[in-house]
């Protein structure tokens, strides 16, 4: 890369292959992906190496709207964009927000969720985070006993936030702000925040990734003008490019994409009025429009160290991933359900402390960096903050010490807030102004306006917090005036929190958005957009974690267009390469499930060779598959490049074998169960963590599609809060309950067990059921031969909902006061390739799309592709195991469980269970009976 100043170069044009316009984090990464293609990319930005007034100033907007913040405070001009003093807060968006959901005009996406997952785990590493895990992942592994009792499912789901580690001091100025001032800084929307004290700075970040390309040129002080089009309007040519003494340059590429943040790609566009006296791209009047951000609003305050229950449920949380430890912040937010029922929009609750000091450990950890960095004042006024608070002391070294929890701070003032999503209303909109600019640009004009329906949301959102507080007896915080006052009150105190989004929208339908589904302009070739402008919806979530992955989604989307198009200047990218998996057995799973799908999918998995016991087993799979094949498990782990194993080995030796497994140091894929003792389970368990592996446990029956489908309903809130699931006799014991767990949610927490055995002519019928701490119920009824029977009537898995029920076939939707309609769940087929499945709900007919269609995988095999897939992402892209050993091992747990209270007469037994302890009290049992019975007179 080449970092070059505008102002030194007095070229009149420029030719490259492609252009970035904008160097924050949207541009540069995308400048980043694309490195190693042999593209020659231009990245054009309009500041300086970092952001000074003058260049600031073009960011300078007239306002008719609702207050915003000063462009200061919420836009950077300068390499590395906003990233220069964002707080780095990052999270998902959730599944509801990509849905149309009927009560919002314009809502949904016309992407799946799916179709970001990947992206959001690659995402992860540009932005400093841990895993990303979703919400249900996040609760079940962070719960800890203060979330006990759990908040109201029908009310509220769980939302989970991480912040990003950079190297600077990304978000201080928040900080310093926050403690000068905190009643000045509670009442300034943007210093929410409170996190990390280090978000990536994207330029510091990419620089030298970036200085390693030839290919990269960056250019400062390079502000785009206008983007111009071939004289047909319909195809990108070039952009005019001012330097700030007003004199232009011209940038020709095939490939332009605007990515100058939320509010400036609208103005370019509608200032590229060469073509078209509307503005490029808005032949249907939708540039500019739908303008959202996020507003921040009070729903409560505890004054002093007040709330610590509600401080410690609301707060960070550490989450062990190999070797390090990171912060999840966690929150909440209204249950799809709730929102489908009041007909409202996504909103969240989180909490931010301000002022204050951190707790008496941390001042002690500051005193003996201070004393080792010999800093006198440093070291003395810290030791003096621990010395004045010996109580803190003691209860912050029992939180860290022997809860391994963060210890609670001391803040002056804890602010409980939510943040709706925006309604989109078109008149909420970016439009040019009459005034200019330095430069003689067109100001951006904004009218931003709020919606009755934020305020109703932020209304229920409040009530349904504090009757929840209230249920839990947790201390009550103060209440806003707002809530008494109305709704003008509550407008008067929002400002936009830094995240203006949705201007571009992402549509299928050209009269309702901007860019389609790649983040192309419609009607325009070679012209796309990056950043939140592309955002169909803003959902309530902070968004630079889903514009980096649209970013990156982008630029692969980009390089497949390359290698398809055989005009381009630059042929040389490549496909991301394919996933390399190494097999350890080769029985009857290999041969009639990872065969196939590896055949099926050769464009994606590649087999690095697969290690079985017997040399002739070696060569009957090596003349079967044509796959490199041997008997040396450990010379097979060692070769170059392998993402991960998969252990395929005889059912009956696994707890004998997986152990060493762990030995070999790769991430593993072990077939299900995960074990048969729990003893055993629990040792592996123990190896894995210490060994630090990734380890994914291939439970199919989740992954079904039908079970996909299931899931999806469920996720939207389609039959309200899921109260209880059963397998009637449907699937296998291990099957049985992951699947049953992963329906009603795995972070729900098991409490108690009961199993009753009955002897139904040659059937050993097991009739279990797990009670939950909320009070839900999972019923498990199995038998082996009860499947077998043709007098026995087909099995099924139902889900009850407060609102639906869903079986196998067929799902019901609506309670007793709504008229409940059943609808059947169609398979769609082609010449017997499953295409995708569909029911018909409340919201319309809900697909569920099967991702490899086309390769003649059956259900079994859909589900294990998934699961590989997604193992591939965890091995690649830290993302968290598709089904992890230890839920694996819990499902082994909570099936003894079950048979240990039948073997002892059905009595409920409580969880979590230990097997060790229940001999103990079994054999004392029958030992005390023993006696009693010998005492008798
Ligand atoms: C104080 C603050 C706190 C924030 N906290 C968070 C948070 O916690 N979590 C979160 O997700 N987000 C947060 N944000 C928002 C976050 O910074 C943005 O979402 C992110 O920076 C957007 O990235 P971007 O690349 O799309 O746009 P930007 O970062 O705005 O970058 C756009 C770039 O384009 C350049 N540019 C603009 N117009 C032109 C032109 N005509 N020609 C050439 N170059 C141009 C600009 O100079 C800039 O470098 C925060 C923002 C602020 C200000």
Known sequence: MSLRDLRAEDSSSHEHDLIVIGSGPAGLVLATELMGTGLKVAVLESGGEEADERSNALNDFQSIGQRRAHHDEVRCRGFGGSSAMWTGRCGMLDAIDFHHRPWLPRSGWPIEPRALRQFYHRAGAYLGLAATLDDSQAAQSLFDADDSPPWDTALFSNEVWQYSNGENEGGSLIRQLAAADVTEASGIGILQHSGRTK?????????????????????????????????????????????????????????????????????????????????????????????TDHHFTE?????????????????????????????YQMGIRSSPAIQRERGLLNATIHMTEFGGQPNALSTLASAVRGAKARDKDGFLSSLSSTAKRPRNLLAAANDRLIHHRPPLNSPELTLLGCVVEQELDPDSRVTLSEESNWLGQPMAKLDWRLSDLEYRTAQAVAGDFHAELQRLGHDMPARPDWLTSGQEAWAAQLLDLAHPSCT?????????????????IHGIDGLYVAGSSVFSTPGHMNPTHTIV??????ADHLKGKIVDNKDATAAQAKPPSRIRIGFIGGGHRVANIYAPIMKALENRFEVAGIATKTAAGADRIAAETGWPAGTDIAALAGQEGIDFLVAALPSASIDETYPGLI????????????CWSEIKGRQLLQKIDKAGLLVGVAEQFPFMPEAQLQRKIIELGLIGPVNAVMNDFCAYDYHGIGLLRTLIG????????????????????????????????????????????????????????DRGTIMSDKMIFGDAATAPAGSNVIRNEDAGDLAGLS???????????????????????????????????????QAPAPYSASSALEDVELLAAMRYSADAGGGSLGLPFSPVTQKVRRKARQVSTRLLRRNRP
Request: contains cysteine; neutral net charge.
């Open 663 to 674: 030995d070999l140091g790769l991430p593993l894929f072990l077939e299900t169960p995960f």
């Open 199 to 291: 978000a990536v700075n994207f330029a510091e970040r990419l620089r030298q990734p970036l200085l390693q390309s030839s290919d990269i040129d960056i250019f400062l002080h390079a502000t785009a003008m206008e983007i111009e089009t071939r004289p047909d309007g319909r195809t990108a040519r070039s952009v005019l490019v001012a330097r700030p003494d007003g004199t232009t340059v011209r940038f020709h590429a095939r490939t332009i994409i605007l990515a100058c943040g939320g509010i400036e790609n609208a103005r370019l566009l509608l200032a590229s009025r060469s073509a078209n006296p509307k503005g490029l791209g808005n032949d249907a009047d939708q540039v500019g429009r739908y303008l």
């Open 839 to 877: 029911v018909e709900t409340p919201d319309g007919i809900i697909n569920w799309h099967n991702p490899f269609h086309g390769s003649g995988l059956n259900d079994e095999q859909i589900a294990v592709a998934e699961l590989l897939v997604r193992m591939g992402d965890s091995a690649r892209y």
């Open 746 to 801: 795995r972070e729900r927490r098991a409490i108690n067990a009961n199993g009753r055995q009955a002897r139904i002519g040659d059937e050993d019928w097991l009739l279990g059921s797990i009670g939950l701490e909320d009070g839900g119920l999972i019923a498990h009824n199995y038998s082996a031969r009860y499947r077998q029977s043709d007098a026995r009537p087909a099995g099924d898995i139902r889900i009850y909902g």
């Open 299 to 327: 729903i409560g305050r505890f004054e002093g160290p007040k709330g610590a229950m509600v401080r410690r449920r609301l707060g960070s949380r550490w989450h062990a991933d190999a070797d390090t430890r990171t912060i």
């Open 504 to 520: 571009t929208r992402m549509s299928d339908d050209p009269a309702s958005g901007v860019v389609d589904a790649n983040c192309k």
């Open 549 to 554: 992955s649209l970013s990156i989604r982008l």
